[in-house]
């Protein structure tokens, strides 16, 4: 989407006071790998509808820790914090190719959006995690 979108949309959406929020929202639960010197290495927010449906809504690492293997490790926190939850859901954006090839490997496309509907006007995939029941 590029980089001034993608600041827009940080500043907008990752505010001290919306995350603040969330953190407090028994409907949202996140996960925070951090590092011995208290800095942040990356994050994580999975969040419930109204109908129990879960979606992974943001999976982020600093990018200093790309291809470390922190993404999987935080991934698998997500999961087996839902044991006893059929499947976590997840939308990706078209060009995101590398978070696409990381979760492709971990998750099924079940769903394509055109542009039209996509986040930002972006076309997008939607996929899906089947989790064993507990
Ligand atoms: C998405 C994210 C969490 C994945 O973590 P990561 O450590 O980068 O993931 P990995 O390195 O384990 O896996 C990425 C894969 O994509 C591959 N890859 C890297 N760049 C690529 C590209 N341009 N095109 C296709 N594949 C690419 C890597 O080789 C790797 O595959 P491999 O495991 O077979 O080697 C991380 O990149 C991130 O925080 N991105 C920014 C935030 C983001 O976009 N989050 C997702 C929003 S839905």
């Known amino acids: 989407m590029g980089a001034e979108t993608a600041a827009r949309i ?60 922190l993404a999987a490790n935080i991934l698998h926190a997500v999961f087996a914090a839902h044991s006893g939850i059929p499947s976590i859901a997840l939308e990706v954006l078209e060009g995101n190719d590398r978070a696409m090839a990381f979760y492709r490997k971990r998750f099924e496309v079940v769903d394509r ?11 997008s995939l939607i996929m899906r995690k089947l989790l064993s029941r507990a």
């Open 113 to 123: 959006r055109a542009a039209s509907h996509g986040a930002e006007g972006h076309a």
């Open 10 to 69: 940080s500043e907008e959406d990752h505010t001290l006071q919306r995350i603040a929020a969330e953190l407090t929202d028994t409907n949202k639960m996140s996960f925070l790998a951090e590092r011995p010197d208290g800095s942040i290495a990356g994050y994580a927010m999975a969040k419930m509808n109204e109908a129990g449906d879960v979606m992974l809504d943001r999976l982020h690492i600093d990018q200093s820790e790309y291809g470390t293997g």
